[in-house]
């Protein structure tokens, strides 16, 4: 089993930048995939960026050119590095983790908000 947990939401104006960190426990030999995905009101959760454990990347076009992923594994953590906010970003951002040879996230964090103001 893994556990992930987010940290790093809040309110922030629009063009700013915010840092979002993901701190997983547990059996993390087994994860081969770990990102984000944010769930805006009265929208379906959507992926924003993950990172492989090759260390390949997949992200909306939406952050394109915005939106940073990285990871530090002797933390066992995962960032999210957001800058040039829109209001459009403004969701619930998940962490999520896959485990084991399947296509779906095995592992969700509570979710932290991330507000961004116009």
């Known amino acids: 089993q893994v556990h992930v947990v987010e940290s790093g939401g809040g309110l922030v104006q629009a063009g700013g930048s915010l840092r979002l960190s993901c701190a997983a426990s547990?059996?993390?030999?087994?994860?081969?995939?770990m990102g984000w995905y944010r769930q805006a009101p009265a929208k379906q959760r959507e992926l924003v960026e993950v990172i492989i454990s090759g260390g390949s990347t997949n992200y909306a076009d939406s952050v394109k050119g915005r939106f940073t992923i990285s990871r530090d594994d002797a933390k066992n953590t995962v960032y999210l590095q957001m800058n040039n906010l829109k209001p459009e970003d403004t969701a619930v951002y998940y962490c999520a983790a896959r485990r084991g040879v399947v296509a779906h996230i095995t592992d969700w964090g509570q979710g932290t908000q991330v507000t961004v103001s116009s």
């Open positions: 547990g059996n993390m030999f087994s994860i081969n995939l």
